[in-house]
């Protein structure tokens, strides 16, 4: 059943007489595609109702699929387009299509204008959530910044899940159900050429693929109960990478960025914003493995002191074991929080690094952060909406956002990272 278009200029508009009647899971209708969201999505609506469209681009006509419904709005697939927009391109995928894979959110759009759909959702949640100002927001310079490399080939590290025949492959959007590819298109080349597709894998439950920028390469069969730490099958179990002009060895399962050239670029980023000097002592909260502390120690001296606090047990180890030449490091086992609200590290302190989680450092962490007094907080961000949020928190404390730098670091999907710089207000 396809209900009457509707353009996505008369939002509101009830329909002329009768009562409005929402949307059903499956249903098709015709609609104008408004701006881009968070999420690979775009919003339209359609007698007042908000609807979520995937695989759009603003101004497109489509026809949308209904895939879910809430209360308040509904989500739905463009699996027509009517009037296509000039940003649009065939995906190289033949995955990236609805009710397939559902891990590349934008191959449907020009590398370019990947970057400009980026920095407007930045922009809107800026807005939205940080509280700013257009005027501030326009003061940043809000931009994304493509990698080297191209938008293809780049990931180097992917978690294939594992259907019940056996088959490996990537998962639907919103979905555990796996499709089974031949390909993936953003994998690193050399995983793209292990044997992991098209083999049966009957005892596991994802099959975990590394390629290193120090060379190694991986495969790990991941069994049912997740809880228990397996060496891969193919491969060393630990991996070098190559990052801030040090070599860096770390469990093939440690955490490492998935861009090639991720560490480097977010270095450099945190560095020229932070501008360390030396004697400045630091705080490299979430540290991980210590890649921002071994830059910044290298800028502040060996007499300085840097602290990384991390609380997962394989980043802790892969902290120490990298960072055991430099004099002035030191690595605290705790989660943030914990460390700073029982003092396992304590103010006054110059700089601090925050690279948190995808769900942001809290209000609470924020807080202490400020209370301890640096200069300057360098904040490496994986989600705006949460960034955002902890720029409201720094702002009630009086606090900036003075400068902010985005970059491309997952092409094709709808990812991206911030570095913000954040000081007391003059």
């Given at each position: 059943?396809?209900?009457?278009?509707v353009?996505?200029?008369?939002?509101?508009?009830?329909?002329?007489?009768?009562?409005?009647?929402?949307?059903?899971?499956?249903?098709?209708?015709?609609?104008?595609?408004d701006?881009?969201?968070?999420?690979?999505?775009?919003?339209?609506?359609?007698?007042?109702?908000?609807?979520?469209?995937?695989?759009?681009?603003?101004?497109?006509?489509?026809?949308?699929?209904?895939?879910?419904?809430?209360?308040g709005?509904?989500?739905?697939?463009?699996?027509?387009?009517l009037?296509?927009?000039?940003?649009?391109?065939?995906?190289?995928?033949?995955?990236?299509?609805?009710?397939?894979?559902?891990?590349?959110?934008?191959q449907?759009?020009?590398?370019?204008?990947?970057?400009?759909?980026?920095?407007?959702?930045?922009?809107?949640?800026?807005?939205?959530?940080?509280?700013?100002?257009?005027?501030?927001?326009?003061?940043?310079?809000?931009?994304?910044?493509?990698?080297?490399?191209?938008?293809?080939?780049?990931?180097?590290?992917?978690?294939?899940?594992?259907?019940?025949?056996?088959?490996?492959g990537?998962l639907?959007?919103?979905?555990?159900?796996?499709?089974?590819?031949?390909?993936?298109?953003?994998?690193?080349?050399?995983?793209?050429?292990?044997?992991?597709?098209?083999?049966?894998?009957?005892?596991?439950?994802?099959v975990?693929?590394?390629?290193?920028?120090?060379?190694?390469?991986?495969?790990?069969?991941?069994?049912?109960?997740?809880?228990?730490?397996v060496?891969?099958?193919?491969?060393?179990?630990?991996?070098?990478?190559?990052?801030?002009?040090?070599?860096w060895?770390?469990?093939?399962?440690?955490?490492?960025?998935?861009?090639?050239a991720?560490?480097?670029?977010?270095?450099?980023?945190?560095?020229?914003?932070?501008?360390?000097?030396?004697?400045?002592?630091?705080?490299?909260?979430?540290?991980?493995?210590?890649?921002?502390?071994?830059a910044?120690?290298?800028?502040?001296?060996?007499?300085?002191?840097?602290?990384?606090?991390?609380?997962?047990?394989?980043?802790?180890?892969?902290?120490?074991?990298?960072?055991?030449d430099?004099?002035?490091?030191?690595?605290?086992?705790?989660?943030v929080?914990?460390?700073?609200?029982?003092?396992?590290?304590?103010?006054?302190?110059?700089?601090?690094?925050?690279?948190?989680?995808?769900?942001?450092?809290?209000?609470?962490?924020v807080?202490?952060?400020?209370?301890?007094g640096?200069?300057?907080?360098?904040?490496?961000?994986?989600?705006?909406a949460a960034?955002?949020?902890?720029?409201?928190?720094?702002?009630?404390?009086?606090?900036?956002?003075?400068?902010?730098?985005?970059?491309?670091?997952?092409?094709?999907?709808?990812?991206?990272?911030?570095?913000?710089?954040?000081?007391?207000?003059?």
């Amino acid at each position: 059943m396809t209900r009457p278009s509707v353009d996505a200029s008369r939002a509101g508009a009830g329909p002329a007489d009768g009562e409005r009647r929402g949307l059903e899971e499956a249903e098709r209708v015709e609609l104008t595609v408004d701006a881009v969201a968070p999420g690979g999505h775009c919003v339209a609506r359609v007698d007042g109702q908000v609807v979520f469209v995937r695989h759009a681009l603003p101004g497109e006509r489509v026809v949308a699929e209904v895939t879910e419904v809430h209360r308040g709005f509904v989500r739905a697939d463009a699996v027509t387009v009517l009037d296509a927009a000039p940003q649009r391109v065939a995906p190289p995928c033949p995955y990236a299509k609805p009710g397939l894979c559902g891990g590349c959110d934008l191959q449907h759009v020009a590398p370019a204008a990947q970057l400009d759909w980026k920095a407007a959702v930045v922009r809107e949640q800026l807005r939205r959530l940080a509280g700013l100002a257009d005027a501030e927001i326009d003061r940043l310079g809000v931009r994304v910044a493509a990698l080297p490399g191209g938008p293809l080939g780049w990931r180097s590290r992917v978690r294939y899940a594992v259907d019940a025949a056996g088959r490996a492959g990537l998962l639907k959007h919103r979905s555990h159900e796996v499709v089974p590819v031949d390909r993936c298109l953003i994998a690193h080349p050399a995983i793209q050429a292990l044997p992991v597709l098209g083999r049966p894998w009957p005892a596991a439950e994802a099959v975990e693929a590394v390629a290193s920028t120090g060379g190694d390469v991986t495969v790990t069969a991941l069994p049912p109960d997740g809880s228990v730490a397996v060496p891969p099958i193919d491969g060393p179990q630990t991996v070098r990478e190559v990052a801030a002009g040090r070599e860096w060895t770390l469990p093939a399962s440690g955490f490492w960025q998935v861009h090639p050239a991720a560490a480097d670029t977010l270095v450099g980023a945190v560095l020229d914003l932070l501008d360390p000097q030396p004697g400045e002592s630091a705080w490299d909260l979430y540290g991980g493995a210590g890649l921002f502390a071994a830059a910044v120690a290298a800028r502040v001296g060996p007499a300085a002191r840097v602290t990384v606090v991390e609380s997962a047990g394989e980043g802790v180890a892969a902290a120490r074991d990298n960072l055991r030449d430099l004099p002035g490091v030191e690595v605290v086992a705790a989660r943030v929080e914990t460390a700073l609200a029982r003092r396992r590290i304590t103010g006054p302190v110059d700089l601090v690094v925050l690279d948190p989680p995808r769900s942001g450092a809290g209000a609470r962490v924020v807080r202490d952060v400020v209370a301890a007094g640096p200069r300057a907080v360098a904040y490496v961000a994986c989600d705006p909406a949460a960034f955002a949020r902890d720029v409201r928190t720094f702002a009630e404390a009086g606090w900036e956002l003075a400068a902010l730098r985005g970059f491309d670091l997952f092409p094709m999907t709808q990812h991206v990272e911030l570095v913000g710089l954040l000081r007391p207000g003059r």
